[in-house]
């Protein structure tokens, strides 16, 4: 059975960092785009980041962009987010998520149209002093 796990999460102060990895069992992340996103307390899903197959296809959101950055070690089958430079309002549940029926140069920052098919259970990530 496909099940991607999320792992890395944890508590640090702003403007440090921390790195979350998705694994899967059941199948090799290779094949699949990879999503993360998060959920803040209160507000709804949002997509942070994805990587296409070929790993040269890479978005983030803006609020993101250039503080984190999304990869593939295909030695290790898993996809890391390295979040750096952390902000309160970076706060929430992270989640992986898997795009099973991949489309080459392209990845989605959208959790509701329907392309991610399988979701990690989220892990947690708080920012604060």
């Known amino acids: 059975q496909f099940k991607l796990v999320e792992s890395g999460g944890g508590s640090v102060q702003p403007g440090g960092s921390l790195t979350l990895s998705c694994a899967a069992s059941?199948?090799?992340?290779?094949?699949?785009?990879i999503g993360w996103f998060r959920q803040a307390p209160g507000k709804e899903r949002e997509g942070v980041s994805c990587?296409?197959?070929?790993?040269?296809?890479?978005n983030y959101q803006d609020s993101v962009n250039g503080r984190f950055t999304v990869s593939r070690d295909r030695a290790a089958k898993t996809v890391y987010l390295r979040m750096s430079s952390l902000k309160p309002e970076d706060t929430g549940i992270y989640y992986c998520?898997?795009?099973?029926?991949?489309?080459?140069?392209?990845?989605?920052?959208?959790?509701?149209?329907?392309?991610?098919?399988?979701w990690g259970q989220g892990i947690q990530v708080n920012v604060s002093s």
């Open positions: 059941g199948s090799t992340l290779d094949l699949y785009t």
């Open positions: 998520a898997a795009d099973v029926s991949p489309v080459l140069g392209i990845c989605t920052l959208n959790p509701d149209n329907g392309r991610y098919e399988y």
């Open positions: 990587i296409d197959t070929s790993g040269l296809t890479r």
